[in-house]
């Protein structure tokens, strides 16, 4: 990021803007406002925000109007960071319970990849097995700039994993908008018999014995770590399923690779509108492009009603008319039964046959409805 290009960041260009952190990161007292272990960032110093240089309805032009209207609900860095990790790789899930293997000679053991040039390390003897991913689309979700993060004291339900920092704001919170996260995952080790999170003693001291980088058993370096913050450890201990959200701020793309209406209101969109809380009568209007009112909606689904009563219409005329075919074959055969045969005659236009046109032309208009509406649904 100190030496980004235009490309990877707008603002960090070295060639171009050349900002440095502390040109958004104001900082007096070494209190550092914008950074993500700030409980409240949403009522930090506004210096930190994209909206203290490019104001709350920064967009120019024919789209303006569309364009200002969603900075009302959705974080600017939601459609100008579409992806991040896009200059190196960044790790996705780090796996604590592989921790402790060596090499064959009893040292340490340590394997690498390469990701589009760059060397990351899979596993290591002392923090067990990571996974790494470059262009990664965020994960998004309501937030209103304030954090729960997790205490030690607090309990954990191993059904439903470990969560560091719960992210708060919802659909109906008026100081939520929609923001782009890092969505990290691991799995690290907790007291199972009592539900703890388990605080482990990791660097040894002096002559130290029980910390797990140099003992390497989690026994011993859990039982000392919970002692040390006033915990009593049950002696037993598993592996939880965690994850930490991380605020995609940085790594800001060009105007041009910002996100386009397609890539969110789309059936193959990248935001699941349910998941944020719009409810499923939501997602047909905020999935269709060019967008649909709900007036659009609304007469969609009358003009539907319409062309399914058409069609049973036509169905049931249709039935009518075999039927009465059917009588009238029937009632035709019972009066030839009287007089002597004769020859079969000629097809004519008579009563059977402009019933059962009738009939054809009625099923016809039914799903011709139904065709013309479907069309009117793709087209919009």
């Known amino acids: 990021m100190l030496d980004a290009n235009f490309t990877l960041d707008v603002h960090m260009d070295s060639s171009g803007l050349d900002m440095s952190c502390t040109d958004c990161h104001v900082t007096e007292g070494h209190v550092i406002p914008?950074?993500?272990?700030?409980?409240?960032?949403?009522?930090?110093?506004?210096?930190?925000?994209?909206?203290?240089?490019?104001?709350?309805?920064?967009?120019e032009g024919a789209q303006a109007a569309e364009l200002n209207s969603h900075a009302d609900i959705i974080a600017c860095q939601t459609c100008h960071i579409p992806e991040f990790a896009r200059g190196e790789p960044?790790?996705?899930?780090?796996?604590?319970?592989?921790?402790?293997?060596?090499?064959?000679?009893?040292?340490?053991?340590?394997?690498?990849?390469?990701?589009?040039?760059?060397?990351?390390?899979?596993?290591?003897?002392?923090k067990?097995?990571?996974e790494w991913a470059m262009f990664v689309e965020p994960t998004y979700l309501w937030s209103n700039g304030i954090f729960d993060y997790a205490l030690i004291e607090d309990g954990v339900d191993?059904?439903?994993g470990y969560v560091v920092n719960e992210v708060l704001g919802d659909i109906n919170d008026e100081r939520s908008k929609i923001w782009p996260f890092k969505e990290f995952r691991g799995l690290q080790p907790y007291d199972s018999g009592n539900n703890l999170i388990a605080t482990v003693n990791l660097f040894p001291s002096g002559e130290e014995t029980a910390a797990f980088w140099r003992s390497y058993d989690w026994d011993q370096a859990i039982e000392t770590g919970m002692a040390a913050y006033?915990?009593?450890y049950s002696g037993e201990y598993g592996y939880i399923?965690?994850?930490?959200?991380?605020?995609?701020?940085?790594?800001?793309?060009?105007?041009?690779q910002a996100l386009d209406c397609l890539d969110c209101h789309d059936d193959d969109g990248r935001m699941d509108f349910i998941a944020l809380g719009y409810?499923?009568?939501?997602?047909?209007?905020?999935?269709?492009?060019p967008p649909v009112t709900q007036a659009g909606v609304d007469a969609l689904a009358e003009a539907e009603a319409t062309a399914e009563a058409a069609e049973a219409e036509a169905a049931a005329a249709l039935e009518e008319a075999v039927a009465t075919a059917q009588a009238e074959g029937y009632e035709a055969g019972l009066a030839e039964a009287q007089v002597a045969p004769e020859p079969a005659p000629e097809p004519s236009?008579?009563?059977t046959t402009i019933v059962w046109v009738v009939g054809l032309l009625a099923l016809a208009v039914g799903f011709g409805a139904g065709f013309f509406v479907m069309q009117q649904r793709r087209a919009s």
């Open 90 to 126: 960044t790790m996705m899930y780090w796996d604590w319970s592989t921790a402790g293997q060596k090499n064959e000679d009893g040292g340490l053991l340590i394997t690498s990849e390469e990701i589009n040039g760059h060397e990351v390390h899979t596993y290591d003897t002392r």
């Open 349 to 351: 236009s008579g009563p």
């Open 230 to 232: 006033g915990q009593e």
């Open 158 to 160: 191993p059904a439903e």
């Open 34 to 59: 914008g950074g993500r272990y700030v409980m409240d960032w949403a009522t930090a110093d506004p210096t930190s925000t994209c909206e203290s240089c490019h104001t709350t309805y920064p967009h």
């Open 279 to 289: 409810q499923p009568e939501d997602v047909l209007r905020l999935t269709s492009f």
């Open 241 to 256: 399923e965690s994850v930490m959200y991380w605020p995609i701020t940085h790594q800001v793309a060009p105007a041009g």
């Open 128 to 130: 067990g097995s990571f």
